[in-house]
């Protein structure tokens, strides 16, 4: 089998052995070199040759942003994942590290109580990712998942109906996609955007407030109880879920802390299918780059009721995971590359609602 070859970089003793050991647990991993800050790391990756490097934020010599960015000047493709600390600091530090080119990022455990739930939380965080970015490190003669053609129902040409929002689910990758799409809409944009990043807390309220910065729209950590309204974008807050309710003549943000689903919480299938139930077919539901299959099961009720699925392209996406889900299944309207993504948003939800405002106009 091909092993997936990691480099670790932190300048903590305990952590690199914690990384090691934890990683090192997996068939299909193996830590082949370690370094305790980023000129060392610069140093060995032509020796070791390694797949993706895991690389800490805080470290003498050079630090995870400086060594990042050489990274990516002379190793564009090399995959890196980022290991930080769940703080204010590490959320700004990640953002701007994943800004600059970083492929995804892990929060370092603390206050766990003891080493044996330390390195099983690493393995059960980091080992997905690391394989979601080297999927060419497959045991031999496994086989690759059979494509499952989409229907021609789903696939075919529909007739564009009212859209009264967009929901939107990302994972690894989605901060930058959504970094992407978010700014280039326009601040006259006709129905209320709800998004579902896979971030944990405080990380989610940054980039809500980056996003903010960046865009015409006003963009903002969802509330419980916040009135749902065109030229609003709402980011489900780290851990819990985001759901829509009817309370009298507004729709409002309601956040519960229910049982994850897809291992996550906020989980994209969750948003989805709250926002079926008040809005029925008149939904688009985008799905970006992200590991995994969240948001799949949500999709089907939209698409049912002929509602729009708009997923990100295999070659613009991070991890083609969450939109590769929806794909097999044939669920997808419509298939575009981020950088399209933007104006696909803007088109839809802009047409269908000068349409509706036509035919209103015309029955006066």
Not at 141 to 167: F, Q, Y
Not at 209 to 225: C, F, I
Request: one cysteine or more; aromatic letters at 2%.
């Amino acid at each position: 089998m091909n092993k997936i070859r990691v480099l670790v970089v932190d300048d903590s003793t305990v952590i690199r052995r914690l990384l090691t050991d934890s990683l090192s647990s997996d068939p299909l991993i193996e830590v082949v070199g370690t370094a305790a800050h980023g000129r060392i790391a610069l140093a060995k990756i032509p020796q070791l040759n390694p797949d993706v490097i895991t690389l800490d934020m805080e470290m003498p010599e050079m630090d995870g942003i400086e060594t990042l960015v050489e990274i990516r000047k002379l190793y564009p493709k090399l995959p890196v994942v980022m290991f930080s600390t769940l703080t204010e600091r590490g959320a700004t530090a990640t953002l701007d590290a994943l800004a600059k080119g970083a492929n995804d990022y892990v929060t370092k455990p603390a206050n766990v109580g003891s080493v044996s739930v330390a390195m099983q939380r690493v393995r059960e965080e980091m080992i997905p990712r690391l394989k979601s970015l080297c999927p060419s490190a497959v045991a031999a003669g496994t086989a690759a998942p059979k494509r499952i053609v989409p229907r021609a129902s789903a696939n075919g040409k529909r007739a564009l109906r009212r859209i009264d929002a967009v929901v939107i689910g990302s994972s690894t990758g989605g901060p930058n996609a959504l970094q992407e799409i978010i700014p280039r809409l326009p601040a006259d944009f006709p129905v209320p955007i709800l998004a579902v990043q896979h971030m944990p807390p405080i990380f989610t309220r940054h980039l809500a407030d980056r996003l903010n910065h960046l865009s015409q729209l006003t963009v903002t950590e969802a509330n419980h109880g916040d009135p749902v309204h065109a030229g609003g974008v709402w980011i489900a807050p780290g851990d819990f879920h985001m759901k829509l309710a009817r309370v009298g003549n507004e729709v409002q943000v309601h956040l519960d802390q229910g049982i994850p689903e897809n291992s996550c919480r906020p989980a994209v299938d969750v948003l989805f299918r709250s926002a079926h139930s008040l809005y029925g077919g008149n939904l688009l539901a985008v799905v970006l780059t992200g590991m995994g299959q969240d948001g799949t099961r949500g999709c089907e009720p939209i698409q049912a009721s002929g509602g729009q699925i708009l997923i990100q392209d295999e070659a613009s996406s991070v991890v083609w995971g969450m939109p590769a889900a929806v794909h097999r299944a044939g669920l997808e309207t419509s298939i575009q590359p981020l950088s399209h993504i933007a104006s696909e948003i803007d088109r839809l939800a802009t047409n269908s609602n000068r349409t509706r405002l036509t035919g209103a106009l015309a029955c006066r």
